[in-house]
C-alpha cells in the first residue's frame, strides 16, 4: 500500500510505514499504535489530531527515540533516508537536537528553573557544535531574536520564572532551533497558553517554516489549529489513522464519523450562551483488548453489524483522500466554523 502524503512527486524527508507501538506491562500488552502509515516532504505541516490516547504523541515520541524500555517499537520511520526505527542510542542521540528537534507541551517542566535561559540555550548549541563561549553567547541571543523574545539579550540572563508562559515557549522553540533541525515536532506545544498567545505562537511556527524549510510535526487535539495552520492532517482513533487529507480537502470534505464528531464540538459563535456543548458520547476503547471491528462503532451513529465484526481498511478512496469507515459520512456544508479557519 502506497503512504498518504503530500510529495509523490519527489522524495520524502520523512516516510513512515506500518508504524507500532507496544508497552508491556506485568499480564498485560497496550497496543499504543497500530500501524501508521504517512509521507511528509520538507517545507510542509502535517497535523495530527484526536483525543488523549489516541496514539499522535507516542507515535512522534517513537520517531524521537523518547519511549520507555516497556515500549516495543516496529515497521519503519525512514529521515533523510536513514531507518530509526531500531537506531542505537548513540545514533540516535547524535540525530535529536541535531536533525530532529522536538517542543514539548509544557515548558515549565521542560526548562531547569535552577539555570538561567541563556545556559540552557548555549547547553543545546555545546551540544552539537564546537562553539567558543562568545560565539555561543552570541547565537544564543540570534536564536532569541529569532524567536521574537522581546529584549532578547536582557532575557539571556533570566530565569524560567521570570518569563511569561508564552515567553517560555518562545524559549523552548529557541532551544529546538538551536541546531537548524530539518524536522520540528511541536507536541502539544501551546495547549497551556491564551487563545493570543497561541495564535502568536503558531505564526512564529509558520513563519520559522517557511524562512528555514524545516518540515513540522504538529500534534494536537484542537481542530481549529490544524484547520488554521496545517496543510495536511492526520485524524487518529485508538492507535490507527482513521482519516487523512490536505486541511482544505478533509474539512470541508469529512468522510469519517470519528472526524465528524470532533468538528461537531467545536464550540460555535452561533450557539446560544449557556448552551450544553456537544461531545461524543461513550469512552475510547481499552487499547489492551482492542475490537475485531471498528473501534469507534461503539460511539457511531452510522454504525451497523459489519462495523462492529470487521475493521475498514484505511485506504485511498478519494483522490489524496484517505480514511477508514464502512459508512463514509455524506458531503454536507459548513462543517469547520469560520472562527477557527
Same mark, same amino acid.
Given at each position: 500500500?502506497?503512504?498518504?502524503? =503530500? ?8 516516510? %513512515? ?141 533570566? +530565569?524560567?520564572?521570570? &518569563? ?19 524536522? &520540528? ?7 497551556? &497558553? ?22 513540522? %510535526? ?18 487518529? +482513533? ?5 482519516? +487523512? ?20 464540538? =467545536? ?9 450544553? &456543548? ?23 451513529? +452510522? ?36 472562527? %477557527?479557519?
Amino acid at each position: 500500500m502506497s503512504a498518504p502524503g =503530500i510529495g509523490d512527486a519527489g522524495e520524502a524527508l520523512l516516510e %513512515v510505514r506500518d508504524l507500532r507501538v507496544r508497552f508491556h506491562q506485568p499480564g498485560r500488552r497496550v497496543d499504543a499504535v497500530n500501524g501508521l502509515t504517512y509521507r511528509l516532504p520538507a517545507g510542509r505541516m502535517l497535523a495530527i489530531i484526536g483525543e488523549s490516547g489516541s496514539g499522535k504523541s507516542v507515535s512522534s515520541r517513537a520517531l524521537m527515540g523518547l519511549l520507555p524500555a516497556t515500549a516495543t517499537v516496529s515497521g519503519s520511520a525512514r529521515f533523510a533516508g536513514t531507518e530509526l526505527v531500531g537506531l542505537s542510542e548513540a545514533e540516535m542521540r547524535r540525530r535529536r537536537g541535531a536533525e530532529i528537534a522536538m517542543v514539548f507541551q509544557d515548558p515549565t517542566r521542560s526548562l531547569n528553573p535552577t539555570m538561567r535561559i541563556g545556559v540552557q540555550i548555549t547547553e543545546a548549541l555545546h551540544a552539537h557544535a564546537d562553539l567558543d563561549r562568545a560565539t555561543a553567547q552570541r547565537r544564543a541571543v540570534e536564536l532569541l531574536e529569532l524567536v521574537r523574545l522581546p529584549a532578547a539579550a536582557r532575557r539571556f540572563h533570566e +530565569y524560567p520564572h521570570q &518569563l511569561s508562559g508564552g515567553m517560555r515557549q518562545r524559549v523552548m522553540i529557541a532551544i529546538a532551533l538551536a541546531s537548524q533541525p530539518r524536522l &520540528l515536532i511541536a507536541d502539544e506545544a501551546t495547549t497551556a &497558553l491564551d487563545v493570543t498567545t497561541q495564535s502568536q505562537i503558531m505564526e512564529l511556527l509558520v513563519d520559522l517554516q517557511e524562512r528555514l524549510g524545516m518540515a513540522v %510535526v504538529l500534534i494536537s487535539h484542537d481542530l481549529g489549529l490544524a484547520a488554521g495552520y496545517a496543510q495536511d492532517v492526520i485524524v487518529m +482513533y485508538a492507535g490507527r489513522a482513521v482519516e +487523512y487529507a490536505p486541511a482544505g480537502t478533509l474539512f470541508d470534505h469529512v468522510r469519517m464519523p470519528y472526524t465528524e464528531a470532533l468538528l461537531g464540538a =467545536i464550540p460555535r459563535l452561533e450557539r446560544e450562551s449557556h448552551a450544553t &456543548l456537544p461531545v461524543i458520547p461513550g469512552q475510547p476503547p481499552d487499547l489492551t483488548r482492542l475490537p475485531a471491528g471498528c473501534p469507534f462503532a461503539p460511539r457511531c451513529g +452510522y454504525a451497523d453489524e459489519r462495523c462492529a465484526a470487521e475493521h475498514p481498511l484505511f485506504a485511498e478512496h478519494e483522490p489524496g483522500h484517505w480514511w477508514a469507515c464502512w459508512h463514509p459520512v455524506p458531503d454536507a456544508p459548513a462543517r469547520v466554523p469560520e472562527e %477557527v479557519r
